[in-house]
């Protein structure tokens, strides 16, 4: 078998994408499980972008041991310089370089000839090389570039000292034919390029990411671009959890494989859809609530006599285990420890006491706690920040078809209790507007999400609101069994999350 390397760019490619910004404890939070996942190397970022572009790079690269970490850097000196001293701690860094290759990419947005971007891609890639042993260069719109330029790009790169070379497709324009054909030209065409890993990154505007990345295995890449639950600019990038698991239940057929993990799949996708506020589609290929369900009484009656009939891949096989174990109001913290592991969640000391917490008062409430609820209650401590910040005392609400939504709030912090009281359009409008004036801070709300977890009246409802503050958006997120209280507290984790970058921001520019 082959060995396939995964390149993930969610913290990179996945995180510009509208909406889906993470603060650097978030980032941080999705590294530890990514290199948990298995990737092989981790894009922690674009250092140059921002000093909290930089910090969390750095702090990625600091912290991670398993996995080779990189940041990208256009092919400027300012990015490459950047991008060095962010990464320079990682245990195996990468410097990420790229510029555009197509004619349309060159004339209007580069305004440079073609042969001042060979000879930009020589001068960077050696600056890049001269801070560290790992280089890979990007042609960025590879697959609408000229084919014989693309050559020489990759050449003067390889020669430049580039240890891999990746071809995107970068606004999804290509099929599988032409990914298969613009790799087959560069192997016969450029004479160095054994000596190095050639790398795919293709994006989903057509929906052909999936196709494409196998198309370029096929044809000799052995790298592959992806991100988690397929984030990205506009339409997104290959996602890693299609990409993975049709490597691993095809893989007789291709003839590779690549070394994740598979049974962290779920974990991971649930884990980044609830820090960035995005859900999961129902019919999301392999993680999607409906990939394994089966309504069909012909199907039913197939996976009843044998999996196999209509399921492709075990649920089992992506982390999706079925209950072997009964929690409820008598379970102690030991029974439920035990379930979170089995789940593949560990909770340290504070969180796991908080998580159980939270059990307890579920289930005095529900009768029946499923691995959902208690997966729920795991990923709201991984996203939670409390030290120090705002925390949710109590709160009523006055409202009705001829009555003006009043919300009175009581909110601990600093050891002292605030109350405030507001009127709104509604009774979460009116509670946000009293939160708003216990923090002083004025937030605009982009986005308000509700999904249940479970089924039935009893169950969770998770609410994730996205809120816009000082040019960044910032995602909160909790649960309960009173939707109120779940809008109530998803907004005071948001505030505390706006609270915590400023005090990173500030920090760090002292």
């Not at 947005?109 to 020589?122: I, S």
């Not at 996203?383 to 409202?399: C, N, P």
């Not at 709104?424 to 509670?431: E, V, W």
Request: aromatic fraction near 6%.
């Amino acid at each position: 078998m082959r060995k396939i390397r995964i390149f993930d760019t969610t913290l990179r490619d996945g995180e510009q994408s509208p909406g889906c910004s993470m603060t650097t404890k978030e980032k941080l939070e999705m590294a530890r499980q990514l290199e948990a996942l298995g990737v092989d190397i981790i894009e922690a970022g674009f250092a140059a972008a921002s000093p909290d572009d930089f910090n969390a790079v750095q702090q990625i690269a600091r912290t991670v041991k398993n996995c080779r970490v990189g940041s990208l850097a256009r092919a400027n000196r300012a990015d490459v310089e950047k991008a060095a001293a962010a990464v320079k701690d990682a245990k195996d860094p990468l410097i990420h370089v790229f510029i555009a290759t197509s004619d349309v990419h060159m004339e209007y947005k580069l305004r440079m000839t073609p042969d001042e971007v060979v000879a930009r891609v020589d001068e960077m890639v050696r600056l890049a090389k001269s801070h560290c042993p790992n280089v890979e260069f990007s042609a960025e719109d590879a697959s609408r570039s000229s084919l014989s330029f693309l050559a020489r790009v990759v050449d003067t790169a390889i020669a430049a000292g580039a240890t891999v070379i990746n071809l995107p497709d970068t606004v999804g324009y290509a099929t599988p034919q032409e990914i298969t054909e613009m790799f087959t030209y560069i192997r016969k065409n450029v004479p160095n390029v054994s000596s190095i890993t050639l790398s795919t990154h293709c994006h989903d505007d057509l929906g052909m990411a999936t196709a494409n990345s196998i198309a370029a295995v096929m044809a000799g890449c052995d790298q592959v671009e992806v991100a988690v639950n397929g984030i990205g600019e506009r339409a997104g990038n290959a996602s890693l959890e299609e990409v993975v698991m049709l490597m691993a239940t095809r893989k007789e057929y291709f003839g590779f494989e690549c070394g994740v993990n598979t049974k962290e799949i779920v974990k991971t996708a649930r884990l980044l859809s609830s820090i960035i506020g995005v859900p999961i589609a129902p019919n999301k290929p392999v993680i999607g609530a409906n990939a394994f369900a089966h309504e069909a009484g012909i199907h039913q009656h197939g996976v009843l006599s044998n999996p196999l009939t209509y399921e492709i891949m075990l649920p089992e096989s992506v982390g999706l285990v079925q209950n072997r174990m009964v929690l409820g109001k008598h379970s102690g913290k030991h029974a439920f420890d035990d379930r979170l592991k089995a789940l593949g969640y560990t909770l340290e000391s504070e969180a796991l006491t908080a998580a159980f917490e939270q059990f307890k008062a579920l289930a005095d409430k529900k009768k029946k706690i499923t691995d959902d609820d208690l997966i729920a209650l795991a990923t709201a401590q991984k996203t939670r920040v409390d030290d120090g910040k705002y925390a949710l005392e109590e709160f009523s609400i006055s409202t009705g078809t001829h009555v003006t939504p009043t919300a009175t709030v009581k909110i601990a912090h600093g050891g002292m209790i605030h109350e405030a009281t507001a009127t709104g359009d509604g009774p979460i409008d009116a509670a946000y507007f009293a939160v708003g004036k216990i923090v002083n801070m004025t937030c605009r709300i982009d986005d308000y999400t509700i999904r249940s977890v479970g089924e039935g009246q009893e169950a969770l409802g998770e609410v994730m609101v996205k809120l816009a503050f000082g040019g960044e958006t910032y995602t909160g997120s909790d649960i309960s069994t009173d939707i109120i209280e779940a809008s109530i507290t998803a907004y005071i984790n948001g505030i505390n999350k706006i609270v915590e970058a400023t005090a990173d921001a500030m920090n760090h520019i002292a």
